[in-house]
């Protein structure tokens, strides 16, 4: 089915930004999203895309996944205005150029929030490998792909995932998830402040995950993670200030355009 997008849409920037972990190009042009028991094969570019799903299916599942209903190229133009006059501002504006395209995903909270437990210290591709063996050690098989696992689906069987201390993190959130103390539900109605809280009472959640949970779980797109690469731009570029918390309501797709700015210009 041929599908057209008016707005800002690469699905190899989406890919590569470091928001989702499987994700793939599967041959070239052609890359493969998996949303719970949803597996979508999509190619094409410059507004015109083919993709091997249904158009109930696109409707219901990928047009809320890839965040259509938001008018990313408006935003740019949010980040060109604030920029204007700032001394960092070629920095900024080249950083939202270079990682146009780029939609923050809405992905299902609890396959977040184990993934990003996984990508403490870890570079992207080990996370990846660490997220795939789970999901083959775990995930239900569908011809040649494995789904993310359920919370009841995991055994206590941790090794030889490339876990190291992570895996006591894991067990911790994998209990509270199990038993309801942290219910992944209902966090879609508490406050940012509210969510990001309850997500650190999860061992080895800090702030850095708990946002990361926040924005890419959640949509809560005015949170900004710092991890290495922005303290990097912060650091760097930006003259020490943390100019995400002055951008505000969408700080955190600004962030997502620094991050594969600064991490693919390294």
């Not at 900024?92 to 995903?105: M, P, Q, S, W, Y």
Request: charged share 30%; proline share 2%.
């Amino acid at each position: 089915m041929e599908i057209r997008i008016k707005d800002d849409f690469d699905i190899k920037k989406i890919v590569d930004s470091g928001q989702c972990f499987r994700p793939k190009e599967i041959s070239t042009g052609i890359f493969r999203f998996i949303v719970g028991e949803n597996i979508l094969h999509i190619s094409g570019g410059e507004g015109v895309f083919n993709v091997d799903c249904t158009a109930q299916e696109w409707e219901n599942v990928w047009k809320n996944y890839f965040d259509l209903a938001t008018n990313y190229a408006e935003i740019r133009r949010d980040i060109k205005n604030f920029a204007i006059g700032k001394p960092y501002e070629k920095k900024l504006i080249d950083a939202a150029e270079f990682g146009k395209g780029i939609r923050i995903l809405r992905q299902e909270p609890f396959e977040t929030l184990i993934s990003f437990i996984i990508s403490q210290r870890k570079s992207i591709p080990s996370i990846r490998t660490s997220v795939e063996r789970i999901c083959e050690r775990f995930g239900r098989r569908v011809g040649e792909i494995y789904l993310f696992p359920r919370v009841e689906d995991f055994t206590d069987d941790l090794t030889g995932l490339g876990l190291a201390y992570r895996k006591n993190y894991i067990r911790d959130a994998l209990e509270k998830v199990k038993i309801g103390m942290t219910d992944l539900k209902e966090l879609e109605n508490f406050t940012d402040s509210e969510l990001i809280e309850e997500l650190k009472l999860i061992n080895g959640v800090g702030d850095k995950i708990a946002n990361c949970v926040a924005l890419f779980a959640y949509h809560r797109v005015n949170r900004a993670p710092v991890d290495v690469w922005i303290k990097r731009a912060i650091d760097e570029d930006f003259g020490g200030e943390n100019i995400f918390l002055n951008f505000g309501k969408n700080a955190g797709i600004l962030q997502q355009y620094v991050f594969y700015h600064k991490r693919t210009k390294k």
